[in-house]
């Protein structure tokens, strides 16, 4: 389960094999589960993944040695994911990698209210400024 400070979308992963037993099948599951269970989940308690959805999934059909690097291209933003070694509910139990590098695009920011307040009272400072100039300047040369 990963918890970012923002909402990423994931981009990219690099799933390194690791075996399991005779099996070195590394699948992998991805889960956005910031609904699920809010920005801000507490790690406290248990976590009920009933209603998860999953987002994407990687699946690969020969056995290997090494790591390779999917796309994953998921469809949303969340702070938080889960990349599983099995879908939920579990289908297959000889699944195993270890996550080599991922790759997030995160989302853009958007401006808190107080800051728009700010620039619009900046504007509104600016144009009175200029309107008092052009009347001390209009009235000069009457």
């Known amino acids: ?15 390194n094999v690791y075996g399991i037993g005779n099996s070195s099948d590394s699948d992998a599951a991805i889960y956005n589960l910031g609904a699920l269970i ?4 507490s790690w ?5 993944l009933n209603g998860a959805t999953n987002d994407t999934s990687i699946w690969t059909a020969a056995d290997g040695q090494g790591s390779r690097t999917a796309m994953l291209n998921t469809s ?5 994911w889960l990349i599983s070694a099995a879908q939920l509910p579990a289908n297959d139990r000889d699944d195993g990698f270890k996550l080599g590098q991922l790759v997030v695009n995160a989302a853009p920011q958007v401006p ?13 400072a600016i144009g009175a400024s200029l309107r008092r100039r052009a009347a001390a300047t209009t ?4």
Not at 44 to 48: C, S
């Open 112 to 124: 808190e209210p107080a800051t728009w307040a700010m620039l619009i009272m900046g504007f509104g």
């Open 1 to 15: 389960m990963l918890q970012f400070s923002r909402a990423v979308q994931l981009t990219s992963a690099t799933l």
């Open 38 to 41: 809010g920005p801000q989940p």
């Open 139 to 142: 009235a000069a040369l009457a």
């Open 76 to 80: 949303s933003f969340s702070q938080v």
């Open 44 to 48: 406290n308690g248990a976590i009920n």
